[in-house]
């Protein structure tokens, strides 16, 4: 079953369709840094999508780091 979210945005409504969601998992994730309890301006906008985005470059450091430590194909097989 699709879901959907609705934010004010500006004083105007959007409704997204974010597709199914069965453990509300992405509706989780957008309500982290964005609220659909009130209006929010362009600028909370932009703070919100800084904010994962910095998130998501954290994630990708530590994934990365993670994944120096494991042996090559080569180191393996020598």
């Known amino acids: 079953m699709n879901k959907e979210i609705t934010f004010h945005i500006n004083n105007e409504a959007y409704t997204l369709n974010i597709g199914e969601d069965p453990h509300d998992h992405l509706r989780d994730g957008l309500k982290k840094f964005l609220t659909t309890e009130k209006n929010l301006t362009t600028r909370e906008l932009l703070l919100a999508y800084l ?18 430590l494991v042996p090559t194909l080569e180191q393996l097989t020598s």
């Not at 904010?51 to 120096?68: A, C, F, G």
């Open 51 to 68: 904010r994962k985005s910095h998130e998501l470059v954290v994630l990708e450091e530590e994934i990365q780091k993670e994944l120096s």
